[in-house]
């Protein structure tokens, strides 16, 4: 875990088929074959041009011949052949060779034949149709993407965050945790906590592993989760979970500047900027302060005046005026 994964890396075998990742903000929701089109072509076509793979002369988003040479020679590069588009591609392709050789001689005989201008015609409308399922039989012989081989991520290097499986082991439904982007910092604000902060106010971060020190500012607050939690190091971007209002709220922070990656979930102590002064203010802590009987507030102090001589003061009880 916290291993770093870049583009064009792979990530995981599973029954000797590789998954990679690959620059995209689309997810991988189906396979990519010739014939298919749309954002998520333009988006395989752009990530296999920064591999140094282009897509020769097909048009963005089409999957055409060039997407498919490209991504086979992409697969050569990560050392796997990659997944024929129809498992009988190849006999297809025989097969279509042989269409191909008997429509060329069948072309030659009537042309030597001195065949009439209809049959001359008919002969090499035969060998153009024999050419386009040869063409055909080739690009289902050919590459083809399965969803299930990629995973398309915005930011690198991203980073592992857990893997659950060792070699040899049965893949279970989840295999692998990756994130990516830069950290931010995660925590719960009580309800009346909640009721004090809100998006764009300043706070200092503490990393108490190992006492590094970032400033930031609060993103978001989310409503309450009805559990608490420390606050941790997380991928920004990561929703916030919903619940009952009178819960432990979601708060998320992010930091000025850049928070290792080594600091992922390690915990961190934020605090929040409610308000400021240009002048001296009186700071008490909360311990000190309490509720009278007639329901005012007060706030207990030693009364230097009353302590004896080497001795400690008396509590004093002093209202809070508003």
């Known amino acids: 875990m916290g291993d770093k994964a870049g583009a064009g890396r792979v990530l995981i075998e599973i029954s000797g088929r590789p998954v990679f990742a690959l620059p995209g903000g689309l997810p991988a929701y189906r396979d990519l074959k010739p014939g298919a089109r749309g954002a998520d072509v333009t988006q395989l076509q752009k990530a296999l041009a920064k591999q ?54 069948a072309l030659h005989d009537v042309r030597a034949g001195k065949g009439g201008a209809t049959a001359v015609a008919r002969a090499e409308e035969d060998l153009a149709l024999a050419e386009e399922h040869l063409a055909d039989a080739r690009l289902q012989a ?46 719960s604000l009580t309800p009346s906590q909640r009721k004090m902060i809100s998006p764009g106010q300043k706070v200092s971060i503490l990393a108490e592993a190992t006492g590094d020190e970032f400033s930031g500012t609060t993103v978001s607050v989310g409503e309450g989760t009805g559990e608490q939690a420390g606050a941790q190091g997380t991928p920004e971007g990561e929703g916030t979970g919903g619940g009952t209002a009178d819960g432990f709220a979601v708060l998320d922070v992010k930091a000025d500047e850049r928070i290792d990656a080594s600091l992922v979930g390690q915990e961190f102590r934020v605090t929040v900027e409610i308000k400021s002064s240009d002048e001296k203010v009186l700071v008490v802590p909360f311990s000190a302060v309490s509720a009278a009987d007639d329901g005012s507030t007060v706030v207990t102090v030693l009364a230097a005046e009353s302590r004896p001589a080497g001795g400690r003061g008396g509590p004093l009880r002093v209202p809070v005026s508003a």
């Open 52 to 105: 140094g793979f282009g897509s020769g002369t097909d048009g963005a988003g089409d999957f055409g011949a060039g997407t498919q040479s490209a991504l086979s020679a992409f697969y050569r590069s990560i050392g796997y052949d990659a997944r024929p588009v129809a498992d009988d591609g190849e006999s297809q392709v025989e097969a279509a060779e042989t269409g191909v050789t008997d429509a060329e001689r």
């Open 142 to 187: 050919g590459a083809m993407l399965p969803a299930s081989e990629v995973v398309f991520l915005e930011r690198f290097p991203a980073r592992v965050e857990t893997v659950t499986a060792g070699v040899g082991d049965r893949a279970p439904g989840s295999v692998m945790t990756l994130s990516s982007g830069d950290l931010g910092v995660r925590g």
